[in-house]
């Protein structure tokens, strides 16, 4: 109010009356700024927080889900990182490591004093063996055999390890080591082999005496002809199932003698499509040899018939009445090929890659009722890689199944027994 008496305002006086508010004015709208940008970085600050907490709870969540599941199954586990270095085990592999007598540490079997051993039960394996110190290596292991323990506790697994590609830079990937309890089944395939060969044993041993009773029986000089034919008739059967009762003991032993010479697998093949004659009669199939032209293998032509035998018998009795059966042979890259092909019940891809699998039969064929063992192919393949050969097969469920037989070609011409060789007709 003195100010605003008329001559005591000068210009100092105003400018002061106007610059001191215009100063506290642009102060306050300054901090007022400050303030709310300082509001704003808060807020999202928090938001971001939140954001983060969210995604770690999730990330747990995951994790604690990843190790109950891991936990839970009942193969053992181990993963590595890149460099090898064990990132996660679970409760499984641990019981394994008790059982392979480390109570503390090592579920990755790695250590010196554990009790590993190799499949023969014998051999002590060395740490860098064993299937984790392998994968760490990045070596295939697929299947490795392996026995923890000592008796009476041990068990048998069996290892596979994959690797886990990284995706991208953030992931460099790594392996997982699998350890799965074959104990069991280690133990019915012994049962079988055990009862198998038991069984062969006693089955031999009468039938070496009816053979050797019919030998004595067709020696007599005053038999006459008929019944001289019907003991040939069950002398022939008789040897027949003598060589399957030696296949069932092969089978389990492992034990087939192969003698090959030259030979011309046409006249095998001939043979062979002869003595199926009649089955495939019987069942309206009918049979197309197509092989009309020499094919020279070192083999063992009565082998090689053994093995034509089960082809054909199985693509008979795999096939419905009215189909054919077909055989076809051809030379190629010094190797004679045979195929024996049908447009019967054909597998699907599970059951086709189990059929050369000892006992296996096809869960079609077991519904169907038709009669089988499982063994005729075990047997089939032994005989063709003894030869140095191999036995593949191709199927589809419902339109057929291909049986293909590659044996290395013979240098020298077949002996004149193999060609054109005499027909065995099953009776
Ligand atoms: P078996 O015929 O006595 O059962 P094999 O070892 O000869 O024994 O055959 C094993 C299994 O493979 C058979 O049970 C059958 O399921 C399958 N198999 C073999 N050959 C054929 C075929 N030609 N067509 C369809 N399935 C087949």
């Given amino acids: 109010m003195p100010l605003l008496s008329p001559g005591s305002l000068d210009a100092a006086h105003l400018l002061r009356l106007v610059l001191l508010p215009a100063v506290m004015l642009?102060?306050?709208?300054?901090?007022?700024?400050?303030?709310?940008?300082?509001?704003?970085?808060?807020?999202?600050?928090?938001?971001?927080?939140?954001?983060?907490?969210?995604?770690?709870?999730?990330?747990?969540?995951?994790?604690?889900?990843?190790?109950?599941?891991?936990?839970?199954?009942?193969?053992?586990?181990?993963?590595?990182?890149?460099?090898?270095r064990v990132t996660l085990t679970n409760r499984q592999q641990q019981a394994f490591a008790v059982r392979a007598g480390s109570r503390d540490t090592a579920p990755d079997l790695q250590q010196e004093r554990q009790k590993i051993y190799d499949g023969d039960g014998v051999t002590f394996l060395p740490p860098a063996d064993r299937?984790?110190?392998?994968?760490?290596?990045?070596?295939?292991?697929?299947?490795?055999?392996?026995?923890?323990?000592?008796?009476?506790?041990?068990?048998?697994?069996?290892?596979?390890a994959r690797s886990i590609d990284g995706q991208d830079g953030d992931c460099a990937g790594g392996s997982v080591v699998l350890f799965k309890d074959v104990t069991d089944q280690l133990a019915k395939l012994a049962a079988k082999d055990d009862f198998m060969s038991g069984i062969s044993h006693e089955l031999r041993t009468p039938l070496t005496s009816i053979l050797a009773y019919l030998e004595l029986?067709?020696?007599?000089?005053?038999?006459?002809e008929d019944v001289a034919a019907h003991l040939e008739v069950a002398d022939?059967?008789?040897?027949?199932?003598?060589?399957?009762?030696?296949?069932?003991?092969?089978?389990?032993a492992g034990t087939l003698e192969i003698r090959p010479e030259p030979t011309d697998l046409a006249g095998v093949?001939?043979?062979?499509?002869?003595?199926a004659a009649a089955?495939?009669?019987?069942?309206?199939?009918?049979?197309?040899?197509?092989v009309d032209h020499e094919l020279v293998s070192a083999a063992d032509p009565a082998r090689m018939g053994q093995v034509l035998d089960n082809l054909l018998s199985n693509a008979i009795k795999y096939s419905p009445a009215g189909s054919t059966v077909t055989l076809r042979g051809w030379q190629h890259a010094g190797h004679s090929v045979l195929e024996v092909v049908d447009t019967g019940y054909g597998m699907d891809d599970a059951d086709r890659l189990r059929v050369f699998d000892r006992f296996f039969r096809s869960s079609s064929a077991r519904r169907s009722g038709i009669h089988g063992t499982g063994l005729g192919l075990v047997v089939a393949k032994e005989i063709v890689e003894r030869h140095g050969g191999t036995i593949d097969v191709s199927s589809a469920l419902g339109e057929g199944t291909t049986f293909t037989v590659t044996l290395p070609a013979a240098e020298r011409r077949p002996s004149g027994s193999a060609l054109g060789a005499e027909v065995v007709t099953s009776e």
Avoid at 30 to 59: G, T, W, Y
């Fill in 236 to 252: 022939r059967n008789a040897e027949r199932l003598l060589t399957l009762i030696s296949d069932f003991l092969s089978a389990s």
């Fill in 217 to 224: 029986a067709m020696e007599h000089p005053d038999l006459p």
């Fill in 131 to 160: 299937p984790v110190r392998r994968a760490a290596v990045k070596q295939e292991v697929a299947g490795q055999l392996l026995w923890l323990g000592e008796e009476p506790q041990r068990i048998a697994v069996s290892a596979t």
């Fill in 279 to 290: 089955t495939a009669a019987a069942k309206n199939i009918a049979l197309d040899n197509q």
């Fill in 269 to 275: 093949v001939r043979s062979a499509v002869q003595s």
């Fill in 26 to 84: 642009a102060i306050s709208v300054s901090v007022h700024i400050v303030a709310n940008n300082m509001d704003f970085q808060r807020d999202q600050l928090a938001a971001k927080e939140a954001e983060v907490r969210r995604v770690l709870a999730v990330i747990r969540e995951r994790e604690q889900l990843l190790h109950a599941v891991v936990d839970s199954i009942d193969v053992g586990l181990v993963a590595l990182d890149a460099e090898g």
